[in-house]
């Protein structure tokens, strides 16, 4: 998978189908979306695009106060690869950007830089300058748009909400069902083991738990204010 960052110099990406959000955690719940847009763009003969933000929308805004997220920008690359994407595509979302209505999103970057022919989107997708696109809008467009129902897991709703409040309760095994994989923490230790990831990064209450560290089976300490790992001085992956 190749990732590219804003609407500059991208390359030639024939029969494009594409999704745009924030994907945090890459759940269930977003999977089908996901390997629809890899199964239309296989269809076409074309590249599968995700299109995606950095930093978090709720930080360019100002509304960051107790965000914690399933994922950063390379975990969310490492699960993408997983699923067979071709592309992920990082918006930089800072203040221009989050006051570009959905129009102009849509003429001007869609169409006009993407040459996207379809678009995947979920039963409650909305977009553009105080939200205001929504699949309504899309379907007006010459865009063709595919939207995709609400998912459950054991008639259960699925979404990134539930699942943060799921991992904070320490509840890392249903966390993992409404994931669809592990949990994935990235991130570098120093010589005493101690694991720093990104600020917002979500981890789960005090404790020790069992671990996948770097492939090989092994137990990860979470302490105030971050973790505690066996392997040092080097970049690591998490997966509980």
């Not at 494009?16 to 076409?44: M, P, Q």
């Amino acid at each position: 998978m190749q990732t590219l960052f804003g609407f500059d110099n991208l390359p030639t990406i024939e029969h494009a189908v594409a999704t745009v959000g924030s994907y945090d955690g890459v759940h269930l719940g977003h999977r089908v979306l996901i390997d629809k847009v890899v199964e239309r763009a296989k269809n076409r003969g074309g590249k599968s695009i995700i299109i995606t933000f950095e930093p978090h929308p709720r930080i360019t805004l100002g509304k960051a106060e107790g965000l914690k997220l399933l994922t950063t920008a390379e975990e969310k690359r490492l699960l993408l690869e997983r699923l067979g994407v071709d592309y992920m595509l990082i918006i930089p979302f800072d203040r221009a950007f989050s006051q570009l209505s959905h129009e102009a999103f849509i003429r001007d970057y869609l169409l006009a830089k993407l040459h996207i022919e379809e678009l995947i989107v979920g039963y409650n997708h909305r977009f553009g300058y105080n939200q205001t696109g929504d699949y309504n809008t899309l379907s007006s467009s010459t865009l063709e748009v595919t939207r995709i129902a609400q998912q459950l897991v054991d008639e259960n709703k699925v979404s990134s909400t539930i699942i943060r409040s799921t991992i904070e309760s320490g509840d890392m095994k249903r966390a993992n069902q409404l994931l669809g994989h592990t949990y994935i923490i990235i991130g570098e230790s120093d010589d005493n083991g101690f694991v720093t990831t990104d600020s917002y990064k979500l981890l789960p209450p005090e404790g020790m738990y069992r671990a996948i560290i770097n492939g090989v089976e092994s137990k990860v300490c979470v302490v105030e204010g971050g973790l505690k790992c066996s392997i040092n001085n080097r970049q690591i992956t998490i997966e509980l």
